[in-house]
T-cell receptor, first 113, second 113 residues
């Protein structure tokens, strides 16, 4: 079945540092890939997505590129802010007809001033 | 434009009881999915409703059931509650058509004592 493996947390960085959170997946066919973010006490917010190989999703300074050859969708940001502190989830949705999202376990990110 | 709303926000039940959680989708969305998020874990897919029918189901026992109403709102029912059912229950809605992005509500936190 489909699965997502995320970089173990927690991750602590200083403000303005470079961020990478690794995500790899296992799936048949051509899944769509997502990053969701969860702030304390809240539900999930879609951060970015990519629906086919070599697509780059971007939003709020975050980027991730769908790499089929390495089955990866790593999240990056060039300069993090304290407000980026949250839990980040990588997720995939299978092919046509398989609508469920499969999530990784999440990576807790803390940015210190 | 209101996003996905869920009620109640918090709930405390005892083992063996039954619970009903409610979800109103984002305006223009006709599909509702439910997820269970245990503490420190990624969300797990319970089921998806479309046109008042269960379209897809995850690996959850029959104690978990749902319903979708003609106005696209949805309920999640859990019977014979177990301690292990304590979790954040998330509802997500998506626009008509397959392959649409799922947008999440804030969740209902259920505690089973």
């Amino acid at each position: 079945g489909n699965s997502v493996t995320q970089m173990e947390g927690p991750v602590t960085l200083s403000e303005e540092a470079f961020l990478t959170i690794n995500c790899t997946y296992t799936a048949t066919g051509y899944p769509s890939l997502f990053w969701y973010v969860q702030y304390p006490g809240e539900g999930l917010q879609l951060l970015l997505k990519a629906t086919k190989a070599d697509d780059k999703g971007s939003n709020k300074g975050f980027e991730a590129t769908y790499r089929k050859e390495t089955t990866s969708f790593h999240l990056e940001k060039g300069s993090v802010q304290v407000s980026d502190s949250a839990v980040y989830f990588c997720a995939l949705r299978g092919n046509f007809g398989n609508e469920k999202l499969t999530f990784g376990t999440g990576t807790r990110l803390t940015i210190i001033p | 434009d209101a996003g996905v709303t869920q009620s109640p926000t918090h709930l405390i039940k005892t083992r063996g009881q039954q619970v009903t959680l409610r979800c109103s989708p984002k305006s223009g969305h006709d599909t509702v999915s439910w997820y269970q998020q245990a503490l420190g874990q990624g969300p797990q897919f319970i089921f998806q409703y479309y046109e008042e029918e269960e379209r897809q189901r995850g690996n959850f026992p029959d104690r978990f059931s749902g319903h979708q109403f003609p106005n696209y709102s949805s309920e999640l029912n859990v019977n014979a509650l177990l301690l292990g059912d304590s979790a954040l229950y998330l509802c997500a809605s998506s626009a008509p058509g397959l392959g649409e992005t799922q947008y999440f509500g804030p969740g209902t936190r259920l505690l089973v004592l």
